[in-house]
């Protein structure tokens, strides 16, 4: 019997006028907005449907944009009775899972998450941090040469997102040294990432620290099915637990390769990218090109991924 996960997005998955179309085609999406806007005090909806590039890329923007399309394509794909086996969510996308789970109010994870970004922006003066993305050599060969380019500051693995792709935090200068030496260990690329903040690194320590009280006045309840978290690449399945990763998340690296091979290995081989764009769904494929991943962000795409999904437990079925 197949398996079947809901993945959701993280930063850098934005764009403008995502959500327009789940708003006018879906009473359930339109709602989702509404709460965010009530919420928030501010037009969300204006912000995904006709904010500019500048605007949707400051991350206190960002992060309650993202989780709002995200919910919002979760509710419209909910309604037509799909449920995952799994669940799993890029860095900001852990709390989209764990609405969709059950565990967190959406009105409640929309205030984090803005509080979040906030956090995060103000946790390193500007200039002081960065990220890179290097591609074309193993986590672990990155982490080596995170070591030394260190030299006394702070540079790691920031996202382990697939066999090629690792994502470097930390010091401007220690990445910069990162990058450099990477490019002579022979990667593919090496790249400085137009980021505002140096994410998952213990630079973000003044962030975690901030967060940690909003987290612990926040209800969490059980999920109604498992989540498979960034730090721990485990499932869990309480509301505590899942407090408790979100805590530790801010500093930790999002261990997203082993998150996916954690749920291919518990039977998963279909996968749904649920919120803007199809970011996850190209790492996917770098990771395991056999499983199957479709997305839904818009009427359009959610149709397609029913048909596909119908067809595709069709033919295990018959198999």
Known sequence: MSKLAFLFPGQASQYSGMGRNLAESFPESRAVFEQADAALGFSVSQLCFEGGEDALKLTENTQPAILTVSVAAYRALETHGVKPDFTAGHSLGEYSALVAAGALEFSEAVKLVRQRGRYMQEAVPAGEGAMAAILGLSPADVAEICKKAAGGEVVSPANLNSPEQTVISGSAAAVKRAVEIA?????????????????????????????????????????????????????IEGGDEAREALIRQVTRPVRWLDSIREMIGSGVNIFVEVGPGKVLSGLLRQIDRSVRCFNVEDAASLQATLDKIAQARSEASES
Do not use: W, Y
């Open 183 to 235: 490019s002579q260990a022979g990667a593919k690329r090496a790249v400085m990432l137009p980021v505002s903040a140096p994410f998952h690194c213990d630079l973000m320590l003044p962030a975690q620290q901030r967060l940690e009280p909003d987290l612990r006045a926040t209800n969490f309840r059980a999920l109604r099915f498992p989540l498979i978290t960034n730090v721990d690449a485990e499932a």
